[in-house]
Each structure stands twice: as structure tokens, then as C-alpha cells.
């Protein structure tokens, strides 16, 4: 069986033991291929490949750095059917849906493409006499990205584009559970003429991250995945006074108002619950129905539910796959069932669903709540899995006062005809990203993505301004030449403007 290794100083690099462990494939059920596990020893010998690379990668000028980006951008376009199916066979997406995660990716790149104007400094001329002040930015060394199994490429992008743009070298641990995108995009950066060491991979679970975060020749890492790892990874990286910046959990909420179009709303939030099997950090979970929508609302969201075919990620007329394991399947269903317990009302249930020619896979079917309380566990655990969940509320606030109270604050939608309500929501809500009519809002890759609450720990939101900002650190330089200016005496106070 084949073993995915890791990706060392521009080189498929064989671990310093043979300890493994599976991939499967979810819409099968079946084990594919093993994935090596990092020691401490790998992983140093990975930040030393890193660390040799900086010398000369932080010294390459904005110039080399644009080329090797635009160079990548290219290569990720040329093979982006391939890189799709790769992430839908490991991770059981639809491809069409792992394309889409590629092209959201490949919106860091650009970005990072056009980084030679956002990485302009500031000049004050003239500050004092004969003297004047500028500042610039530079990267901090090697970094690392921790990332989770739900977007095995385009989380990855929103680290390692800029990271790299700015000088940086990055040391990428994806998750074991579908690692082979990761050694895929670093064979498309060696053929995009990034010099070896500057991206490299090591596979791996817990050991993996760990000697990551304890390694001093680590300077900053960037962690995304579930709240309490994040925290974890939060305290024991600053803790070993590294930068870190550490995306967790969510429970997003789509209000729904009665003067929405509810039909369209409707396919909306059937989309974003559903669109993979809602294992995304930006999926809808919880749908707070205003009013007098709850019942119109409530009976769409049944009709498009039963509508949502489900089947293996690469067949064509698939909407939603498999969940990534067989765990995942049992905990989203253990859910449903004590919701069902605790009083709600199972309008649409997807328990024990079976695909036919696919009986072992992880399979289960979407799954739509009704009179969902906030007191119930399928309102408070994030399921990460094709269960929207339908609360009743009597007015906007109330709603608003809801989703406040919910300690995730990742992603929220309102829908509406109202400006005036978007904009009392857009102000008044405790989330880091808002749409309006909008189901899952995720930024443009020129503006950062990151939410609030549990879902951020520490204050850094990823990629845009945010992201070079993370990368980079200031210097300041105040200067003056005496022979070009007025000449001034040296003297033993501290200097003064004058
Ligand atoms: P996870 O937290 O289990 O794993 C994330 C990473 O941490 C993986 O690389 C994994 O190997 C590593 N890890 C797991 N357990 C660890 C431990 N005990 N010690 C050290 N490292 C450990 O998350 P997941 O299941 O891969 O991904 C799903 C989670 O990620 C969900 O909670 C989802 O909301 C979240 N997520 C958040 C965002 C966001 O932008 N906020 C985006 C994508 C996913």
C-alpha cells in the first residue's frame, strides 16, 4: 500500500521511523493509502531545511518572489481537475466542490501576487531638521501552518501564499486524514521554481504539532481547526514565545426574517447546511426563523432537504458525499437522536442512510430540526455535519441576542429585504463575518478571514492585511546625513524634534 511522506527541503523525504497511519476513502469505506508520522526528529530536520532556506529566500528580492507566486498561480490553474480529485477521494467532497475550494485558495496567490504594494512603508520627511523617518517590514523567519481535514487545500492557501511572499520559510502539518494535497502543492511550487526548503510538509498527528510548537527555531505558526486544539496550540506556542494565530471552531446562524424572499433564502441555507455533508467552518448550522417565517420557512427547508442527492464525491449529480470518517457519522447521528429525546422535532432525518454500491461508506443523509432550543446539545456542539438545525424566535433582537450569547462568533447571515434591520444586525451582532442575503460570507482574499469569540483565539484573523501584518514584523529607522544638512552637534539627551 502506498505511503504519502513527507516533503523535505524540495524532495519526497522518508520519516526517521515506520510508523503509519490510514487514509481511507469515506465514500468506500475503505483504507487507500498509509501517511508517515513525524517524530521530533523529522520535524527538526525539517525546520533545518527551512532555516538554511531563509538565508537566501529573505534575501531574494520582491521581484523573484512575484515570479515564483504568478509561476504557482498558473500551475494551480493547469491542474486544478487533479488537485480536485485528489481532496475528493481522500476527504469525499465533490469534486466540483474541492474545485471550489481551489479557485477560493488560489485568491491568496493572487493576492500575494500583488504584495510588492501592500508591503510599501511609510516616509515622514523632515521630522526634526536634516532628519527624516521611514519604516518597512520583514518576515520572521520559519514559520508553520497547522491545518485541519475539512479544506486540505485552501486552508493550507491561506497561510503559506503569504508567508512566503514575504520572505518567510513554512513548514506545512496538514491533517493525516487527507494529507496527499499538501505534497501535491509542493511539487507545484518546485515546478513553480520556489528554491528547495522554502515549503516543505511533514505528516502527522499530535507528536507532529507538538515538536512544532516547542521547536525554537520556529518563529510564529498558524494553527486552524476545532476550538480546543486551537486554544492548545495557542497557549503552548506563546508560552515558547513564538506568534500564533489559532482559527477554531463555529456554529453559524442565518436569521431569516418574514420579509425575505423565502424560497431563495431557503435554497440558500440548504446549500450552505448541506454543501459538504457541513463539515466547513462557514456552514449553516442553525437557522433562526423570525415570526411569521418559521412555518413557510421550515416547510422549504423540508422540500429542498429531501431534494439533496447524496452519493460518492466524484459522480457526477452528486450535492453532498460522505462525512470524512465513520466516528464522524456515529457522533452527528448520536446527536440527532438526542435532540429528538430532548423535544425537537426531526422534520427530515438522515440517520442509518445507505448508498447504494457504497454500503461502507460514511454515509449519512441531511437531517433538518425543528423547535431546536438552545438548551439542546445539537444548539450547543458544533455537529460538523449535514444537521441544520431550525430555533423560532419572535423578533430581530431576539435573534441577535441569540447568536450573541453562542460562544462561537465565525460566520452569520442575515436575510432580509430591510436595510435598515441589516444594518441594526451588521452593527450589533458579536461575529467577525457578516453576510447579508449572503449564506456563507467568506471574505475575499484582500480582506482577512477570522472570526470572534471561541472561533479566534488570540487577534489574528488569516490572510489579507491581517495575514501580512502576522508574517512581518516593523522596523523603524530615523535618519540623518550631517554632511548634507545642517550640521548638529552630538549630544548625551535623549534626541528631541526641532
Ligand atoms: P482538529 O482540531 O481535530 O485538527 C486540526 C489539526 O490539529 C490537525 O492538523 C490535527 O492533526 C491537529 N491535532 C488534532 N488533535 C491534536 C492534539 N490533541 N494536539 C495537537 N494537534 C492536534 O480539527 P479537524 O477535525 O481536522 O477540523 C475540523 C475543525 O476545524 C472544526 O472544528 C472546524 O470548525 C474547524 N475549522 C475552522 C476554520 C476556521 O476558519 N475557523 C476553518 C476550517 C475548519
Same mark, same amino acid.
Given at each position: 500500500?502506498?505511503?504519502?511522506?513527507?516533503?523535505?527541503?524540495?524532495?519526497?523525504?522518508?520519516?526517521?521511523?515506520?510508523?503509519?497511519?490510514?487514509?481511507?476513502?469515506?465514500?468506500?469505506?475503505?483504507?487507500?493509502?498509509?501517511?508517515?508520522?513525524?517524530?521530533?526528529?523529522?520535524?527538526?530536520?525539517? *525546520?533545518?531545511?527551512a532555516?538554511?532556506?531563509?538565508?537566501?529566500?529573505?534575501?531574494?528580492?520582491?521581484?523573484?518572489?512575484?515570479?515564483?507566486?504568478?509561476?504557482?498561480?498558473?500551475?494551480?490553474?493547469?491542474?486544478?481537475?487533479?488537485?480536485?480529485?485528489?481532496?475528493?477521494?481522500?476527504?469525499?467532497?465533490?469534486?466540483?466542490?474541492?474545485?471550489?475550494?481551489?479557485?477560493?485558495?488560489?485568491?491568496?496567490?493572487?493576492?500575494?501576487?500583488?504584495?510588492?504594494?501592500?508591503?510599501?512603508?511609510?516616509?515622514?520627511?523632515?521630522?526634526?531638521?536634516?532628519?527624516?523617518?521611514?519604516?518597512?517590514?520583514?518576515?520572521?523567519?520559519v514559520v508553520a501552518g497547522i491545518t485541519p481535514?475539512?479544506?486540505?487545500?485552501?486552508v493550507p492557501l491561506w497561510m503559506h501564499p503569504i508567508a512566503i511572499?514575504?520572505?518567510n520559510t513554512f513548514i506545512l502539518k496538514p491533517s493525516?486524514?487527507?494529507?496527499?494535497?499538501a505534497?501535491?502543492v509542493?511539487?507545484?511550487?518546485?515546478?513553480?521554481?520556489?528554491?528547495?526548503?522554502?515549503f516543505n510538509v511533514v505528516?502527522?498527528?499530535?507528536?507532529?504539532v507538538?515538536?512544532l510548537?516547542?521547536?525554537?527555531?520556529v518563529?510564529a505558526v498558524s494553527f486552524v481547526g476545532?476550538?480546543?486544539?486551537?486554544?492548545?496550540v495557542?497557549?503552548?506556542?506563546?508560552?515558547?514565545?513564538?506568534?500564533v494565530q489559532a482559527l477554531?471552531?463555529?456554529?453559524?446562524?442565518?436569521?431569516?426574517?418574514?420579509?425575505?424572499?423565502?424560497?431563495?433564502?431557503?435554497?440558500?441555507?440548504?446549500?450552505?447546511?448541506?454543501?459538504?455533508?457541513?463539515?466547513?467552518?462557514?456552514?449553516?448550522?442553525?437557522? *433562526?426563523?423570525?415570526?411569521?417565517?418559521?412555518?413557510?420557512?421550515?416547510?422549504?427547508?423540508?422540500?429542498?432537504?429531501?431534494?439533496?442527492?447524496?452519493?460518492?464525491?466524484?459522480?457526477?449529480?452528486?450535492?453532498?458525499?460522505?462525512?470524512?470518517?465513520?466516528?464522524? *457519522?456515529? &457522533?452527528?447521528?448520536?446527536?440527532?437522536?438526542?435532540?429528538?429525546?430532548?423535544?425537537?422535532?426531526?422534520?427530515?432525518?438522515?440517520?442509518?442512510?445507505?448508498?447504494?454500491?457504497?454500503?461502507?461508506?460514511?454515509?449519512?443523509?441531511?437531517?433538518?430540526?425543528?423547535?431546536?432550543?438552545?438548551?439542546?446539545?445539537?444548539?450547543?456542539?458544533?455537529?460538523?455535519?449535514?444537521?441544520?438545525?431550525?430555533?423560532?424566535?419572535?423578533?430581530?433582537?431576539?435573534?441577535?441576542?441569540?447568536?450573541?450569547?453562542?460562544?462561537?462568533?465565525?460566520?452569520?447571515?442575515?436575510?432580509?429585504?430591510?436595510?435598515?434591520?441589516?444594518?441594526?444586525?451588521?452593527?450589533?451582532?458579536?461575529?467577525?463575518?457578516?453576510?447579508?442575503?449572503?449564506?456563507?460570507?467568506?471574505?475575499?482574499?484582500?480582506?482577512?478571514?477570522?472570526?470572534?469569540?471561541?472561533?479566534?483565539?488570540?487577534?489574528?484573523?488569516v490572510h489579507?492585511?491581517?495575514g501580512?501584518?502576522f508574517y512581518?514584523?516593523?522596523?523603524?529607522?530615523?535618519?540623518?546625513?550631517? &554632511?548634507?544638512?545642517?550640521? *548638529?552637534?552630538?549630544?548625551?539627551?535623549?534626541?528631541?524634534?526641532?
Amino acid at each position: 500500500m502506498k505511503t504519502i511522506q513527507h516533503w523535505i527541503a524540495g524532495a519526497r523525504t522518508e520519516g526517521s521511523t515506520t510508523d503509519t497511519a490510514p487514509v481511507f476513502n469515506p465514500a468506500t469505506g475503505h483504507e487507500q493509502a498509509r501517511v508517515a508520522l513525524a517524530t521530533p526528529a523529522d520535524v527538526d530536520a525539517a *525546520v533545518q531545511a527551512a532555516a538554511r532556506a531563509f538565508e537566501t529566500w529573505s534575501e531574494s528580492s520582491l521581484a523573484q518572489r512575484t515570479q515564483v507566486m504568478f509561476a504557482f498561480r498558473q500551475l494551480l490553474i493547469e491542474h486544478e481537475e487533479e488537485l480536485a480529485r485528489i481532496i475528493s477521494a481522500e476527504h469525499g467532497k465533490t469534486v466540483d466542490d474541492a474545485r471550489g475550494e481551489i479557485v477560493r485558495g488560489r485568491e491568496v496567490v493572487e493576492y500575494a501576487c500583488g504584495l510588492g504594494d501592500v508591503l510599501k512603508g511609510n516616509f515622514s520627511d523632515q521630522v526634526s531638521r536634516g532628519v527624516d523617518v521611514h519604516d518597512f517590514r520583514q518576515p520572521l523567519g520559519v514559520v508553520a501552518g497547522i491545518t485541519p481535514f475539512n479544506f486540505p487545500a485552501m486552508v493550507p492557501l491561506w497561510m503559506h501564499p503569504i508567508a512566503i511572499a514575504t520572505g518567510n520559510t513554512f513548514i506545512l502539518k496538514p491533517s493525516e486524514r487527507d494529507p496527499s494535497a499538501a505534497d501535491f502543492v509542493a511539487d507545484l511550487y518546485r515546478r513553480a521554481g520556489l528554491p528547495d526548503g522554502v515549503f516543505n510538509v511533514v505528516h502527522g498527528g499530535k507528536d507532529a504539532v507538538d515538536a512544532l510548537l516547542d521547536h525554537p527555531g520556529v518563529e510564529a505558526v498558524s494553527f486552524v481547526g476545532s476550538t480546543p486544539i486551537a486554544r492548545y496550540v495557542h497557549e503552548r506556542a506563546t508560552s515558547a514565545g513564538k506568534r500564533v494565530q489559532a482559527l477554531g471552531g463555529a456554529k453559524n446562524h442565518a436569521v431569516v426574517l418574514p420579509d425575505a424572499d423565502l424560497e431563495s433564502a431557503a435554497g440558500h441555507l440548504t446549500a450552505g447546511a448541506y454543501g459538504s455533508a457541513g463539515e466547513r467552518c462557514m456552514a449553516v448550522s442553525v437557522a *433562526v426563523a423570525v415570526g411569521a417565517a418559521g412555518d413557510e420557512l421550515v416547510a422549504a427547508l423540508e422540500r429542498k432537504a429531501r431534494e439533496v442527492k447524496v452519493g460518492p464525491g466524484d459522480a457526477p449529480g452528486t450535492d453532498m458525499g460522505p462525512l470524512i470518517t465513520e466516528a464522524s *457519522v456515529e &457522533r452527528v447521528e448520536n446527536a440527532v437522536t438526542d435532540a429528538a429525546q430532548q423535544g425537537a422535532t426531526v422534520v427530515v432525518d438522515g440517520r442509518g442512510l445507505k448508498v447504494d454500491g457504497h454500503e461502507n461508506g460514511f454515509f449519512t443523509g441531511p437531517t433538518l430540526l425543528d423547535r431546536v432550543t438552545t438548551a439542546m446539545d445539537a444548539y450547543r456542539t458544533e455537529l460538523f455535519g449535514p444537521v441544520l438545525a431550525v430555533v423560532r424566535v419572535d423578533t430581530l433582537d431576539e435573534a441577535i441576542a441569540l447568536i450573541n450569547a453562542n460562544p462561537y462568533g465565525n460566520g452569520t447571515a442575515l436575510f432580509t429585504d430591510s436595510g435598515a434591520a441589516a444594518r441594526h444586525f451588521q452593527r450589533k451582532i458579536r461575529v467577525g463575518m457578516i453576510g447579508v442575503n449572503v449564506p456563507v460570507p467568506v471574505p475575499m482574499s484582500y480582506y482577512s478571514f477570522g472570526g470572534w469569540k471561541d472561533s479566534l483565539i488570540g487577534d489574528s484573523p488569516v490572510h489579507g492585511p491581517e495575514g501580512v501584518r502576522f508574517y512581518t514584523r516593523p522596523k523603524v529607522v530615523t535618519t540623518r546625513w550631517p &554632511r548634507a544638512a545642517q550640521q *548638529v552637534t552630538a549630544g548625551f539627551t535623549f534626541p528631541t524634534s526641532s
